[in-house]
């Protein structure tokens, strides 16, 4: 027997007699004083079964147990107690032991431990033999099983390459005709150099090759194992283009390209070569073909009177037409979101997006907003590009330039609601004019000074209101540049509150105008900008007068402030104020509150003269507590410590 036992015993006597008991027995057994020397035994001798004393000089048996476990999870132990400890030490190292044996040994108790241990121990080694066979067998099998599906799969490889090549030959005009007529064959090869698979046409003209070596088909030079192009791949183990020679079966010599291709197993060694072979002089003419098909497409993609471009799946630009690069540049290559930036959950609606989702045809509308920030509006048709499986592969995309139409429509819109407004507002007017003519008409039939001055009061502002919206119109349907002048801002200020004053006065609203801390000049277009101040004062005016039942005193405050880098202005009334909604609506045009007496146009034509001259303007308002205009322009000149006037001036 080959088993190796360890008696770990502190008494040389004790041991002794195991150990001749142990060698009566056939066992080699070898033995070691102290725990110390039995966990050195163990690593250098790898016993099979060790058997311990109860009691060792150095460590505690149940801790010695724990470490041979832990170094040997299936090494056998036996440990030797006093026969009236056996109890005691069962339930303290059963978890540990293999076996209890009580001393003095009896040989009969030994044979028997030892022939229980060796049992164990000799299932275990069948155990882990039986595992191994199993490994083994299954191993084979599944090296066959790939083997054959390795096979199987080169030869669907094969026959997909010979249906895509014939496919891609029938797009081509012409397509059957070359396909018919070019002589290219496709094999497979293993690493001995064997021809293992090939198509019909490699077949047909080259015969039935399969096991043959792979460079019998080749003339000259080639025609050895290291020259051939297979060969050399086998040795470079990478892709390879040659011209070669082959010879028919006819015995016809024929020049080819041929493409060679490793093909790598699963641990990275090159397992297979693939090799496709076709006619140069029929590649040449098929190349021209299809080159004289490809220009006579380009001029029609070209010649289409709209924009045209094509999409991949990752969304770049991969074709555009003429028209299309005229108007955006070319950008091929160049990612959609790139070109035309787009909010991503606008976009989920578009025709593009539906279209790479459904692979079917859309069309629609879109806003296009360019990476410069101009602006389109488009009609939009999308087709998918398949491949012959049905898979997407690209999306065509064709749109028309609508902005003008677009732009038209608004336009008209526009007009149609400024005529309706303007109607209201001339038809207020002439009613007005009514009253006051037939106010003068009696006063001055009837001699009466005061009624005479009433009807005249009312006529002259009617024709104020005339030559208001007469302006508004003006300014609204003609775009102009702004005529810059320096002005004193204490000046301009108080010829702005002239100009409302006799309005405020006649309708007994008092006007406050606080411009302490507006000393300086500024560069502006005095007229625009007054005009703005106008129709925002006339605004706080028309507030107060609505609230004439809600108030008693009214006032509109006019404030003017120069900072380091900008001016502050602002209007401030105690009139009915407005409502979140209206406060939306304010800047729209032809929005007004005011009902038949407004045009729409006033606070629209004040917002945008404040953002041509680079400002902006801020509205608070507070339903039936007022309203307050903030308005902030860029830049301001340093003031001239002569120059300005005192509020009372502007009073």
């Known amino acids: 027997m080959t088993d190796t036992i360890l008696i770990a015993d502190p008494s040389e006597a004790s041991a002794a007699r195991t150990r001749a008991i142990i060698a009566d027995l056939g066992y080699e057994a070898h033995v070691a004083l102290s725990a110390a020397e039995a966990l050195q035994a163990c690593r250098r001798l790898n016993p099979s079964l060790v058997l311990l004393s109860y009691r060792l000089p150095d460590m505690e048996t149940r801790e010695l147990l724990r470490l041979l476990k832990q170094s040997r999870g299936e090494l056998e132990t036996i440990v030797v107690c006093p026969r009236r400890s056996l109890p005691a030490a069962a339930g303290r190292l059963k978890p540990l032991a293999s076996g209890l044996l009580g001393s003095p040994v009896h040989p009969d108790e030994m044979e028997l431990a030892l022939q229980g241990a060796m049992e164990r121990i000799g299932l275990r080694h069948q155990l882990q033999r039986a595992k191994r066979d199993i490994a083994r067998k299954i191993r084979r099998r599944y090296v066959k099983r790939i083997e054959t ?76 194992r290291e020259n051939c192009p297979v060969g050399r791949t086998l040795l470079s183990e990478n892709a390879l283009e040659v011209r070669e020679t082959v010879c028919y079966r006819s015995g016809a010599k024929v020049p080819l390209i041929v493409h060679t291709a490793p093909i790598y197993n699963d641990d990275g060694t090159v397992k297979l070569v693939m090799e496709v072979s076709a006619g140069t002089r029929d590649i040449g003419q098929l190349k021209e073909d299809l080159r004289n098909t490809q220009q006579r497409y380009q001029l029609l993609f070209d010649e289409v009177p709209c924009h045209v471009a094509v999409l991949d799946s990752e969304m770049r630009f991969t074709a555009n037409n003429r028209h299309f690069i005229n108007e955006f540049g070319d950008q091929t290559g160049v990612a959609l979101q790139d070109a035309f930036p787009f909010d991503p959950e606008k976009f989920k609606h578009t025709p593009i997006r539906k279209t790479f989702q459904d692979a079917k045809p859309h069309h629609g509308e879109m806003r296009w907003v360019t990476a410069d920030g101009h602006r389109y509006a488009t009609l939009v048709w999308t087709s998918p590009i398949l491949s012959a499986a049905g898979k997407l592969l690209q999306v065509l ?66 024709a104020e209101r005339i030559r208001k919206i007469t302006l508004d119109i003006l300014f609204y349907a003609k775009d102009r540049e702004l005529n810059r002048i320096r002005v004193d801002l204490r000046q301009f200020a108080a010829e702005v509150a002239n100009a409302v004053k006799p309005r405020f006065a006649r309708l007994g609203i008092r006007l406050d105008c606080d411009v302490e801390g507006g000393a300086g000049e500024a560069e502006v277009d005095s007229g625009l900008l007054k005009a703005a101040l106008v129709n925002i004062l006339e605004n706080a005016v028309d507030a107060c ?107």
């Not at 609508?402 to 429509?409: F, H």
Request: hydrophobic content about 40%; proline content about 2%; aromatic content about 6%.
């Open 397 to 462: 995309l064709v749109f028309v330039d609508i902005t003008q139409i677009r732009d038209l429509k608004s336009n008209l819109s526009f007009l149609g609601l400024m005529i309706a407004s303007i109607s209201h507002s001339i038809k207020g007017v002439l009613s007005g004019l009514d009253g006051g003519v037939y106010l003068l008409e009696r006063a001055i039939s009837g001699r009466d000074e005061a009624r005479t001055q009433e009807g005249l009061e009312l006529v002259k502002h009617m």
């Open 149 to 224: 599906e390795r096979f199987l799969t080169v030869k669907q490889i094969l026959d997909k390459v010979s249906t895509f090549i014939g496919e891609l030959a029938r797009e081509v005009e012409g397509g059957v005709r070359y396909f018919n007529e070019i002589p290219y064959f496709i094999a497979i090869h293993d690493r001995k150099c064997r021809v293992v698979a090939a198509n019909r046409a490699y077949r047909t003209l080259l015969g039935r090759r399969i096991g043959d070596p792979s460079w019998e088909i080749y003339d000259g030079e080639s025609r050895r």
């Open 545 to 651: 007068v609505a609230d004439a039942k809600g108030k008693a005193d009214h006032r509109v405050l006019l404030t003017v402030q120069c900072g380091s880098d900008a001016i502050g202005i602002s209007v401030e009334d105690n009139g009915t104020g407005m409502t979140p909604d209206q406060l939306k609506k304010l800047f729209t045009v032809f929005y007004s509150t005011k009902g038949i007496k407004g045009t729409g146009l006033g606070l629209f034509i004040a917002d945008k003269i404040v953002r041509l001259h680079g400002g902006d303007m801020v509205v608070e308002s507070s339903l039936g507590q007022g309203s307050r205009f903030c308005i902030r322009l860029p830049g301001r000149a340093p003031a001239d410590a002569a120059a300005g006037l005192s509020p009372q001036e502007v009073r």
